[in-house]
């Protein structure tokens, strides 16, 4: 269930997100799904992978800067209030999210979802034990 | 360890036999320069100084100084003091404050610029049996002849790199084994980043020591390259208007940088009256030539701010040491009304865990001064938050806020994407038009 994310450094210059991508095209990186944060000044750029310590690779040779976060990726139905179960969980017990994002996961019954707990462990523990279903 | 000189007699001979050699030849090179150098007579009377009024080192004051103006002012051949067939080598600044300078040079002066060089060589462990590895830029600039120039006086196998083309600078530092490398600070901590990241640990190499010039660099910046390539890194000093480097160099102590006093007096000046300051106090740095013949600069001011000391040092060496100079005037910013030099900036930043690479840029908007600095950010300080590299941003600015007392706006920015050097760092960008 924890996940590991590229986290990327964006800088705020025209283009630079698109060289990244490019990048990893390139790499035949599969993109499973991201979300970018920004300021005025920079961005940070998360991505789920398909291979994330060989992209991470393969964009610090271009002197990209990355790193890998430990993430928890969770499989939801798609219905309504499923995501809210699992936020009410965490929240019962005491786990705050510091981010989070979803995406759709191929089939249509299933959305996945990528947490940033302030305990990731802790947080693991807890959706498993209410029934959550793990990223494959 | 067996004490090593090049020149031992000069080097450490005794302080009053120093001062009776450098008067006999003061009053012969005012001579010289009065009788040859039509622009520095004008000056000489103007001030009512004759050359006779010169009888040793204690009438030096009486001088006027040269100034990097008076130089441009006398652009090409104004302060030649020798007809130009006696001469056969020039050397040039950058001219990156201004026109360039011209250095002219006789035989005889080549070889004690190189004598000189030599001697940094010796001190910093150097023999017939070292490898040195120059990276300095050959050409106009004087940093690689200089010490090719030495390398060659000493015996060593001399290997004249030049900057620039690290693939090869590595290539040959392995495969040749090189012992000393003479680069500027900054292209050595390149080099050393390049090693690591081909995976090279600071053992991998020969390399036992390092002769650094040519630019500012702090203690920090020293340690840093010293562990990053398994060495001892050694100060060197010197401009084109004096000859180029070795007109001072570091010994085994690392305290300072004797100044080759046999053939230069160095005196410190507060840059604002010109008055002569005494020894362990900071000010300007003035050079006088003694032996140069072609291009002999009496008081020339150098803009470095730095303090002289004579306490007796553990090498040996009789020769006065000056402190790393605290900053060029040239360099030194003004900003809000706060002296600010970069190599504070530098300091901070290595304290606090970055890479020395950085631009200053200072601006004006609506009357007030800007201050923006550019660091390179490293992963293992990368946050997946926003907020956790704003904090950094945050944290890093009141860093340099406590150093310089106004504070700067920090952005953190992608590893190497600040312009990297291979002959002098442009760390200071300042758009404010001031002197239009």
Partial sequence: MILKQLTVFVENKAGYLAEITELLAENSVDLKALSIADTKDFGILRLIVNDPDYALAVLNKKGVLGKITEVVGIQLENRTGALDKALSVLAKNGVNVEYLYAFLAGTPNFAHVVIKATDNALAEKILKDAGFKSIN | ??????????????????????????????????????????????????????????????????????????????????????????????????????????????????????????????????????????????????????????????????????????????????????????????????????????????????????????????????????????????????????????????SGMHINEDHFIAEIIDPDTGEVLPEGEKGELVFTSLDKKAFPLLRYRT?????????????????????????????????????????????????EGYTPNYMIEVDRVNNTDTLDVYVELSADKLSDTTEGVSALEKALSSAITTMLGIRPAVHLVPPKSIVRSEGKAVRVVDKRKLHD
């Fill in chain 2, 1 to 254: 360890m067996e004490k090593r000189y090049y020149q031992k007699e000069a080097e450490t001979m005794p302080l009053d036999s120093l001062r009776k050699l450098q008067s006999e030849k003061l009053v012969k090179q005012v001579k010289h320069v009065y009788e040859n150098v039509p622009y520095y007579r004008a000056l000489m009377d103007k001030k009512g100084v004759k050359p006779q009024d010169i009888r040793g080192i204690d009438d030096l004051y009486k001088l006027p100084f040269i100034t990097k103006s008076d130089l441009r002012e006398t652009y090409p051949y104004g302060m030649l003091a020798v007809p130009l067939r006696d001469c056969v080598r020039i050397q040039s600044t950058s001219g990156t404050t201004g026109k360039r300078v011209i250095a002219y040079y006789t035989q005889e002066d080549i070889e004690l610029w190189e004598d000189c060089c030599a001697r940094a060589i010796v001190a910093a462990g150097g023999g017939k049996e070292d490898v040195v590895q120059v990276c300095y830029g050959y050409g106009l600039f004087t940093g690689g002849p200089g010490l090719n120039g030495g390398s060659h006086k000493v015996g060593s196998l001399t290997l004249p790199m030049s900057s620039g083309n690290t693939e090869r600078q590595i290539q040959f530092m392995m495969d040749l084994k090189s012992t000393i490398l003479c680069c500027t600070p900054s292209y050595a901590a390149f080099i050393g980043e390049s090693l690591k990241e081909r995976g090279y640990k600071p053992e991998d190499n020969c390399l036992k020591a390092g002769i650094f010039g040519a630019e500012p660099w702090t203690e920090e910046m020293r340690r840093d390259i010293e562990k990053s390539l398994g060495i001892k890194a050694y100060d060197i000093y010197g401009l084109t208007e004096t000859s180029g480097p070795g007109v001072a160099f570091e010994c085994e102590e690392q």
């Fill in chain 2, 303 to 351: 803009r470095d701010i730095c303090v002289l000391s004579r306490k007796p040092c553990s090498c040996g060496r009789t020769f006065v040491k000056m402190a790393k100079p605290m900053g060029r005037s040239d360099d030194m910013l003004i900003i809000r009304g706060v002296n600010v030099f970069p190599s504070q900036i530098e300091t901070v930043l290595l304290n």
